[in-house]
């Protein structure tokens, strides 16, 4: 689901891990069902398909980043911390996956007189980098939540006789 989204106009995709698609789809979850009740771990996990103890560490740390905010007890469950709309795809993998990108020298801890600071190719990952970022910054929860959405109501129209 993700690759198709950061495909860069050369046609090379970068991988996004489990942790990344996972944390993504429990959020684009949160987005589409916890409108006025908070949802629960199990919900979401069902949903999802996503084992319940990797979810529960990916939810810590949602929480930890400030996407998610946690209510325990009798009718506890998660919630978004603001609007879908307010959530950009490249924020939430960057806080899921760390850096996106593809090369040591693009890193941003200028300064850090490391060895790789400076490479030759630099320039063109670079702007493929660039490219990536503004595209994944492009895209918000809530566009996320509006494909999922599209792509269930077209799932459940589909039969055949």
């Not at 989204?5 to 990344?20: D, F, Q, R, Y």
């Not at 979810?55 to 996407?67: I, K, S, T």
């Not at 320039?123 to 660039?130: S, T």
Request: include cysteine; charge should be negative.
């Amino acid at each position: 689901m993700l690759t198709n989204l950061v495909e860069n106009s050369g046609g090379a995709a970068m991988h996004i891990g489990t942790k990344g698609d996972y944390g993504v789809r429990a959020l684009i979850d949160l987005a589409l069902y916890s409108g006025d009740r908070p949802v629960q771990r199990a919900e979401i996990a069902r949903r999802q398909h996503i084992p319940e103890s990797y979810l529960d560490h990916l939810l810590g740390q949602l929480r930890r980043d400030g996407f998610i905010r946690s209510t325990r007890g009798p009718g506890g469950g998660h919630r978004l911390t603001r609007p879908a709309e307010e959530f950009c795809l490249l924020h939430i993998l960057e806080s899921l996956e760390g850096s996106l990108a593809p090369m040591p020298c693009l890193e941003d801890n200028e300064g850090a007189g490391e060895p790789h600071s400076v490479c030759a190719q630099q320039w063109i990952w670079r702007e493929i980098y660039d490219d990536m970022c503004a595209r994944l910054a492009a895209v918000s929860l809530a566009d996320l939540a509006a494909r999922e959405r599209e792509r269930m109501c077209g799932a459940t129209l589909s039969y055949a006789i």
